[in-house]
């Protein structure tokens, strides 16, 4: 579920991502305040804080993302909320 509340699947965020990656040389994509919610053997949930920079603008997401093991033992998104942070 993207920033702005769109559901959307998985090759539309790997898209979303590589368009911005491509569009924006000057993108720095930071992670902050990781935190393990939950995990088991095959499960994992975390929420973390993403902080985008480019020469031009300053944004700040809020996600949660659920993770699963592959059957070949990777780690597989499952699913991805993220949310705008307003200053």
């Known amino acids: 579920i ?5 559901k959307q699947g998985r090759e539309a965020l790997v898209r979303s991502i590589l368009d911005a990656v491509d569009s924006q040389s000057e993108l720095d994509i930071n992670i902050v305040d990781l ?3 939950h995990s088991t053997d095959d499960i994992a949930i975390f929420t973390y804080e993403e902080q985008r920079h480019t020469a031009h603008a300053f944004q700040r997401r809020i996600s949660s993302a659920t993770f699963i093991r592959s059957q070949d033992g990777a780690p597989l998104l ?5 949310t705008w942070i307003e200053d």
């Not at 499952?78 to 993220?82: K, S, T, V, Y």
Request: glycine letters at 8%; aromatic letters at 0%.
């Open 35 to 37: 935190d393990l919610v």
């Open 78 to 82: 499952l699913h991805l909320q993220e």
């Open 2 to 6: 993207a920033p702005a509340g769109r």
